[in-house]
């Protein structure tokens, strides 16, 4: 191909990315036109069918390979212990908790990631519980306008002490969040988890279940 | 992806091989009750009854002397100005209440006042040449009082005698493996009986008949670190840091099996409980390697109140009979604490509660089926 027919097909590839690129203003400039448009005195411009093919392209905000990493911080609110004997009072107060984790999208909705947390909470007793969960994160997302719901099972472990004494078991957290989009690298939100912590023990009475739910206050990194 | 599974795979592993003291940390904070502010605070020493106001109260020193009568604790009126840190008391005809103060912020100038009505209080003489007073105990009608020389390289044991101190037991050479603190005086089967630190438990039958006398065979090992001494009724029994129970009388005492472990430390804190014709005897203990686990334990005495030649120690809660309704509920209070002192109250109008001295959290006492601090 000579030099000519190598800018010649550049300057064409250039008008059409020009054209795909900016249609508002391609649009804009038509509309601006077209009252004042000698050929169409009866100004019915809109009725042509440019407009109407660019309504029915979507846009996925997420796609393979986005990634997401978060931080958050807030409260962790006790809920109840339970076992096959009955619910208990959790004799806890309100406590602070945080973590971080990170997602990354293999498609628009779905995502797999960790998350490492920690929280401590005052006993009635003047004491102190400490709840240190990690684990695998597995997430579905939905997308409305600005606005991101993100939800989550979090499967894992959690360290806990209280006193000298602890243990080591299951931990699953299914979290529910909304999030707002801020710009293209940023979103924030408010997160809502449900920690379940089954303390299995070999004497069936002092196996306990416990539930807390976790309040807080994200941003998300988007890269 | 297999490594990472693999990798994930032996991440869980050594967690959980840390992770093999699997307590149950909810069941027991299910348990915890919330604590009262002790209106005795700090800590208190020892608890003594006395009748000495007229009416049968107990006594309790936290810098301060404090009274019960039964339904509440107050201040004892007329108590001289000073910190007091213990309190003891007579019986029989010369019957009095001794409370023993420490002037200044040093231990090394004490007063050792006594009354015998309650509200007037006199000064014990004291010109033995052993001005430093600590641990003062009661052992029926003679008050003992253990002490050091100016230069603290001497103990003794001193009593009172009518109002003036005297020299009971000494002098005991101190050193780092003998400190010659007295820890306790009982009085049981005409004996008077002494137990010092370091050095072991002695006896005699009146309380200037001690003298030099070597300790009781059986009771001068310095690993027994004596810190507690109770009498029962044909057996005196003594603790130590060291972690064993001793018993005997004046011939010689033994170790008793099944109550001695190095790993339990005795807290010196020794009580008979009571509950119609269940009798227990009470020893504060702590656990060496563990700074929440303490409280005390139970042994059940057999017919005649007296420990059995191998015994079994209960936490509360968990033999029959016992002085709690719940194990959990109790090691989430009381057994938490460092008890330095127990005591049943004798009964009538001081009823049969049971009190406990801590270590900095103040008075306890078992009400409504609960360990709490006494407000």
Redesign the interface.
Known sequence: MSIRSRLLTLTALCLIGVYLGFPGIVYAQESSDTPQNEENPNGNASTLPISSDWSKVKIATYSKGDQTFVIAMGTLIPLFYYNNEGFYKTNVSVGGTGYLNYNYFFNSHVSLGGEVGGSFSATIGRNMLYLVPFGLRLGYQFVLNRFEFPLALTIGAANQGYLDKGYFGLILKPSAAVYWRFNPDWSFGLNADWWWLPQWLSNPSQTMYGNFLGITLGARYHF | MKRILMNIALA?SI??L??C??????????K????KDPVVAGTPSKLVESSVSGAPKLYVANGRVWEYDGSTWKQTAGQPSGDFKEVAATTGTGAALYALSVEGTGSTSTKLWKSIDGTTWTLVTNNTGYPILGGIFGASDTLFAGARNSDTSQAAVLYDHSGTLMTALGPVAISDAVPGTLVGAVQMGGNYYLAVSGKGVYAADTANDFGTASPIYGTNDTKYKLNGLIALNNQVVAVGSGGYMLAGNSDSFSEVSGASDTSYPYTGALAVWTSGTDTLLLAGRRYSY???TNGYWEVTLSSGDQLGTTVTMNKPGAGSPTTVADTATYE??LG?KVITALYQAPGGALGTTLFASTLKDGLWAYRNNAWNAEE
């Not at chain 2, 003291?21 to 299910?30: E, V």
């Open positions: 869980a967690l959980l840390f992770s003291n699997q307590s149950p940390l909810f069941y027991n904070i299910s915890e009750t919330p604590p563990s700074t929440y989430q209070s938490q």
